[in-house]
């Protein structure tokens, strides 16, 4: 079994495929219509410029949206206590231990029959997986390289406007205003997209990794532990 193989297995240990993939639809439409309601009232109270006696339709919309946290919750106990009653606490809850317990067994069932879960195949998977974790490094190079390229265009813009108009008195300096205003306006969508799109990915996807690399040490530790 290839490690490309094993990290396809992230997704059969996420919260969404464990728990959310069993929910009914009436469940979500719930949730939805409860949130859209939650919402509609907070907008409805900041556009009304937040006249303190609207404040009210602001009370309900966090209202409304506690209560689709609360729905959500109890549903997901409601799913965990079915579906994955062997992880729950002595006190019948759930937490981050009754999810690590899930995942664990959820991987040894996907590799039943595929790989031998030794110390050193163990050992060997999660070095891997750390590895490939590594690769995904954020380094700003889209930032960094829309700069270069905004910059060597205005500083050639400016350049060539000199050589053919520098003995006209009269030459507007408004473009080079409107070509700054719009360089800004690039730069500005660069930067959200580098720390707000591409960084964010990149995080999320570390961090989908890093969940696959404490399952795999949890249960080498298990192993060890006997």
Do not use: Q
């Amino acid at each position: 079994m290839s490690i490309e193989e094993i990290l396809k297995l992230n997704k059969k240990i996420s919260f969404r495929r464990l728990v959310y993939s069993k929910y009914k639809s009436s469940w979500v439409f719930m949730a939805i219509l409860l949130l859209v309601i939650g919402i509609i009232l907070i907008i409805y109270w900041i556009l009304s410029d937040f006249d303190i006696k609207k404040i009210w339709t602001l009370i309900l919309g966090l209202i409304s949206s506690f209560i689709t946290g609360k729905h959500l919750f109890n549903k997901n106990t409601r799913i965990i206590k079915r579906y994955y009653k062997y992880s729950l606490l002595k006190n019948g809850n759930w937490n981050y231990t009754s999810l690590m317990k899930i995942r664990k067994k959820t991987i040894k069932r996907e590799l039943t029959g595929k790989i031998d879960l030794t110390n050193e195949n163990l050992l060997f998977i999660i070095d891997c997986l750390k590895k490939e974790s590594e690769i995904l490094k954020f380094n700003y190079s889209l930032l960094i390289n829309g700069i270069v390229i905004i910059s060597s265009m205005y500083i050639i813009a400016y350049l060539w406007n000199y050589v053919n108009y520098a003995t006209n008195t009269n030459d507007d300096p408004g473009a080079y205003k409107i070509i700054a205003g719009i360089s800004f306006l690039i730069i500005s969508i660069l930067i959200y997209m580098e720390f707000l799109i591409f960084r964010e990915s990149i995080i999320s996807r570390k961090r989908k990794k890093y969940r696959l690399i404490r399952v795999f040490e949890n249960i080498y530790l298990e192993k060890n532990a006997k």
